[in-house]
């Protein structure tokens, strides 16, 4: 058995630091760092003030081609540095807390996490809470910081050719928009899943009853889309909001009477 002064003896001694030493590829890194971390943060909500939620996050800084590799636990670190839970206000923080505890020139980070609303059914108005995908995506460059907002939101959309040429009904379907936005200053989640949702032929819910069911069937068939009259449709309000600064809108819809999905995209500039 070592005895207490060897083992002291030991854990005093340098430990090879294989990161740093050099690499002769010539080849730099555009992005390396941790991904798949699940951790608490707040996000602002227009209803409440704020939202507790879980996201997946991931953080990366590039990598100069004379280094062989990155230090990963400071990634951790700097994701813990602002307590047990990230506000998206500290965004800006984090990204340069990572471009200095890594002697880095651009660092990125990302989270994708659940975000709930309280929706009123339409004819009753017994409420139900909707769950939407957001995603934040945020880079540093210097001092610069580009950051790009996603929402991916399900919706119904009922087939205009189907009503034309059915003698009874149309075929619908749940489709899935996602849309990503730059703005010149803050954009509410709500307001952009409402975008989203008077683009579709009808929005959805977690819980209807007969009448609500009724409600939502006869509107969607008042309302018929195609996917490509979705991305047009939703592009349409984009333009006309005032903070908006660049967009890319994706529909798919999971057809019900075909075994492929429809598809359709408009990205500006």
Not at 7 to 35: F, M
Request: hydrophobic residues 40%; contains cysteine; negative net charge.
């Amino acid at each position: 058995m070592p005895s207490e002064h060897s083992i002291t003896t030991a854990s005093t001694i340098p430990l090879h630091d294989a990161q740093n030493t050099p690499d002769t590829r010539e080849l730099p890194i555009d992005k390396v760092g941790v991904r798949g971390l699940r951790f608490p943060i707040q996000v602002r909500d227009r209803a409440h003030v704020a939202q507790n939620t879980i996201a997946t996050v991931g953080l990366f800084v590039d990598l100069p081609m004379e280094f062989k590799g990155t230090h990963m636990s400071r990634f951790i670190e700097v994701l813990h540095s602002h307590g047990g839970m990230i506000h998206v206000e500290n965004i800006p923080d984090l990204l340069a807390r990572m471009q200095e505890r890594l002697k880095a020139n651009t660092s990125h980070l990302e989270m994708e996490f659940p975000y709930f609303i309280t929706k009123k059914a339409p004819a009753t108005g017994h409420e139900g809470l909707m769950d939407y995908t957001v995603r934040f995506e945020a880079k540093a460059s210097g001092s610069d910081i580009d950051f790009v907002m996603s929402l991916r939101v399900a919706v119904t959309t009922l087939c205009p050719c189907s009503k034309a040429i059915s003698q009874y009904g149309a075929h619908n379907q749940r489709g899935e928009v996602t849309v990503a936005i730059r703005s010149s200053e803050t954009v509410w989640i709500e307001d952009l899943i409402a975008l989203i949702e008077q683009s579709a032929s009808s929005e959805l819910f977690s819980l209807l009853k007969r009448p609500d069911e009724k409600a939502v069937t006869e509107r969607a068939y008042e309302n018929p889309v195609f996917v490509e009259d979705l991305v047009r449709n939703v592009v349409l309000k984009l333009k006309a909001h005032e903070h908006v600064t660049w967009y890319k809108v994706e529909a798919e819809n999971f057809e019900s009477i075909h075994n492929h999905n429809a598809y359709a995209s408009i990205e500006k500039g």
